[in-house]
């Protein structure tokens, strides 16, 4: 089992940067593939970027690409978000997820295939 902890949100105007961190407890982090969902106000948690344990290509919603970067450290268990260019669009609550799933290419946006997730961290991008 694992614990996952957001922080870094914030208020930001349009443009600006935030990075967000994911803080993972339990000793096999490295195992779980990692992802970042987002909901924003009256909206449904959508998928913003994941990557499997195994690490290779990181994928991305169409809506960040160019623009978010995933990042993952499995000695320091953390997982991080890097958001650039930010727009009104993106104000949501962010969420850190984890799975140990038998997650493919073709399911790795799903919310459903991840067991844990932690407490979200509010981005609020104002115009």
Known sequence: QV???????GLVQAGGSLRLS???SGRTFSTYH??????????????VA????????????DSVKGRFTL?????????????N?????????????????PITIGTIEGSEEYDYWGQGT???VSS
């Not at 614990?3 to 949100?9: I, R």
Request: charged fraction near 20%; aromatic fraction near 12%.
């Open 85 to 101: 260019s930010l727009k009104p669009e993106d104000t949501a609550v962010y969420y850190c997820a984890a799975s140990m799933r």
């Open 50 to 61: 994941a990557t499997f344990w195994s690490g290779g290509n990181i994928h991305y919603a």
């Open 3 to 9: 614990q996952l902890v957001e922080s870094g949100g």
């Open 71 to 83: 990042s993952r450290d499995n000695a320091r268990n953390a997982v991080s978000l890097q958001m």
């Open 122 to 124: 509010q981005v609020t």
């Open 22 to 24: 994911c803080a993972a």
């Open 34 to 47: 990692m992802g970042w969902f987002r909901q924003g106000p009256g909206k449904e948690r959508e998928f």
